[in-house]
């Protein structure tokens, strides 16, 4: 089974709209660390937003937050006000601890955002 | 503060052939990972270093092996090529290893491309 799954292969928004990226995961362990990142044309992945397992509240970082459901096992990425530069390639990705202490990371397929005038 | 800086930033080699790809840590950073992004997919974890030890190994064959130096800068091989290993790799770094919601900073990638 997919540890991460993004089923939106691609997203169009408006400008100034909110969009929403889905991503559901799939874990039996009780402590992970769900993560998104960017990555434009360039190919630089950046780091957007991070919700621990165990966080009450969902994580916001500026016009990010994230809309996590554990009971779903869902961690969506919600986007405020989109931006012409928010078109981009966005990743969802699960940190999990492995038998030997380690973290091991498993990321999603990717929605491509394209943001429109 | 200078970020995490990867070379080349491309790349081709034939099938059989080996490459070597290297990377720079964040300053202050004493953990790398490296990932393999293929066309159209999402990156794939390869191993991290952690003071100079790798502390993680994701589901890549031994050809695949890696070094991380007393600066923590680090360095990728890969013996053997297929045209399979055609692919972005990123690497990144971190802080520290010890934490799930330790920040990663990724470089641009060098782009492999094996004929």
């Known amino acids: 089974a997919q540890k991460i799954t993004q089923t939106q292969p691609g997203m169009f928004v408006q400008e100034k709209e909110a969009v929403t990226l889905d991503c559901t995961y799939d874990t039996s362990d009780p402590s992970y660390g769900l993560f998104w990142y960017k990555q434009p044309s360039s190919g630089e992945m950046i780091f957007l937003i991070y919700?621990?397992?165990?966080?009450?509240q969902n994580a916001t970082e500026g016009r990010y937050s994230l809309n996590f459901q554990k009971a779903r096992k869902s961690a969506n990425l919600v986007i405020s006000a989109s931006q012409l530069g928010d078109s981009a390639m966005y990743f969802c990705?699960?940190?999990?601890?492995?038998?030997?202490?380690?973290?091991?990371?498993?990321f999603g397929r990717g929605t491509s955002l394209i943001v429109h005038p | 503060e200078t970020g995490v800086t990867q070379s080349p930033t491309h790349l081709i080699k034939t099938r059989g052939q080996q490459v070597t790809l290297r990377c720079s840590s964040q300053?202050?950073?004493?953990?790398v990972s490296w990932y393999q992004q293929a066309l159209g997919q999402g990156p794939q974890f390869i191993f991290q270093y952690y003071r100079e030890e790798e502390n993680g190994r994701g589901n890549f064959p031994p050809r695949f092996s890696g070094l991380q130096f007393p600066n923590y800068s680090s360095e990728l091989n890969v013996n053997a090529l297929e045209l399979d290993d055609s692919a972005l790799y990123l690497c990144?770094?971190?802080?520290?290893?010890?934490?799930?919601?330790?920040?990663?900073?990724f470089g641009p990638g060098t782009r492999l491309l094996v004929l």
């Open positions: 919700q621990g397992s165990y966080d009450q």
């Open positions: 300053s202050g950073h004493n953990t």
């Open positions: 990144a770094s971190s802080l520290t290893s010890g934490a799930l919601g330790e920040t990663q900073y």
């Open positions: 990705a699960m940190r999990e601890v492995t038998s030997g202490g380690s973290y091991i990371p498993t």
